[in-house]
C-alpha cells in the first residue's frame, strides 16, 4: 500500500472559495476535504487517499489534478461540518417511484416509513414509463435526502446505481413492521462511517446492527481477520464507537471467501430486517451483489439501502 502524507488541518488555512467546488454531500461521503490549489492541482485531505475511485470523482468534479493526503477522520468532518452551517437546516424529502403500480402501495408505505425515521416529507412519482436513469436524475435535485423504488428489473439496475446521488431505498416487498436488526457490510472507504451513521438512525429502539467488514485477498490467505491493528482496524472501530455512542447494540462480524459470497451467506444464514451496502463508482460491485443476492433467493422480501455519494 502507498505511503501518503498525513496533514494538520487548521480550520485558518481553509478556502471558502476552494471548499465551495467539492459539494458538501460528497465531502462529507468521502470525508475529503480541499485544502489548497497551486497549479493546476488540488491538494484534498482524505480519511482514505488510496480510494482512487473517489480520487477520480473528485477530479472531473473540481476540474483539477488532485492530490491526496491523509488525516484525522473526525479533524475532516468537524471542518466540513463547521464550513457548511446550513447543510443541516434544510427540510429534506424522500423520493419514491414504483416502476409497477401494482408496488406502488409498498413503495409508498416504505417511503413514509423511511421519511419518518429521517423527519422528511414524501414526494411521489407517478409516472411508472420513467426509465430508471430519469429517476435517479430527478432524485439529485431539490432537497432529496433519499430515493425509494421497486426492486429494479432487467438492465435497469446499473444505470440506477450509476447516476443515483442519494441513498437508494429498494423495495422487495410490504412493509413489515419496525427495523429491529440491520446488517451494515463494510468495504473498507470512508463511505462505511456514513453506513453505519445510516444505521443508527435507522434501527428501531432496542435493535441491534452486525457490522460486517467484507474479508479481501490477504485477510482470506493467511485467514486472520479482521485486522489486529493497522488503519483498517481503526476504522472498523470507530464504526463500532459510532453505534455505540448512539447507544445502539452491535457487534462485529466476518467470514472467509469472495466477497460477495460472504454476504449471499451471512443473509442466508441469518435473518435482518435491512441490508445496507454503499456504492462506489459506477456501483457495479453492489450490482453484481444485488444480482447475486436475488439468484440465492435470500433476503427475500426484505429491504436493501445502498449509499451513493453525492454530487
Known sequence: MLAFPRLEINPADLDPELLR?????????????????????????????????????????????????????????????????????????????????????????????????????????????????????????????????????????????????????LVRGAVNGPLRRLLVVLRGFASDHAEVEWAGRLVELGGDVTVMPLAGPQ?????????????????????????HEARVQAQLKYRFGDPIDQIVRELGDSRYDLLIMAAEGDGAFVGSALHAIESAKVHAARPILVLRPAK
Open 21 to 169: 467546488r467539492l459539494p458538501f454531500g460528497m465531502a462529507l461521503y468521502y470525508r475529503a476535504l480541499p485544502l489548497a490549489q497551486e497549479d493546476g492541482s488540488v491538494t484534498v485531505v482524505m480519511e482514505h487517499p488510496n480510494n482512487q475511485v473517489a480520487v477520480d470523482v473528485m477530479e472531473r468534479i473540481l476540474n483539477s489534478r488532485v492530490v491526496p493526503v491523509t488525516g484525522d477522520a473526525g479533524a475532516i468532518s468537524a471542518a466540513l461540518q463547521n464550513s457548511h452551517p446550513d447543510a443541516y437546516a434544510i427540510t429534506a424529502e424522500v423520493l419514491a417511484w414504483s416502476s409497477n403500480p401494482a408496488h406502488s402501495a409498498n413503495v409508498a408505505a416504505a417511503a413514509t416509513q423511511l421519511a419518518s425515521r429521517l423527519h422528511a416529507t414524501v414526494s411521489t412519482l407517478t409516472d411508472p414509463a420513467m426509465s430508471a436513469a430519469e429517476v435517479a436524475v430527478t432524485g439529485s435535485r431539490g432537497r432529496h435526502c433519499a430515493t425509494v423504488v421497486d426492486w429494479p428489473q432487467n438492465d435497469a439496475t446499473q444505470p440506477l446505481l450509476a447516476l443515483a446521488t442519494t441513498p437508494l431505498w
Open 219 to 243: 485477510a482470506n490467505a493467511a485467514k486472520q481477520w479482521p485486522p489486529v491493528n493497522g488503519q483498517r482496524r481503526e476504522q472498523i472501530q470507530r464504526c463500532l464507537d459510532t453505534l
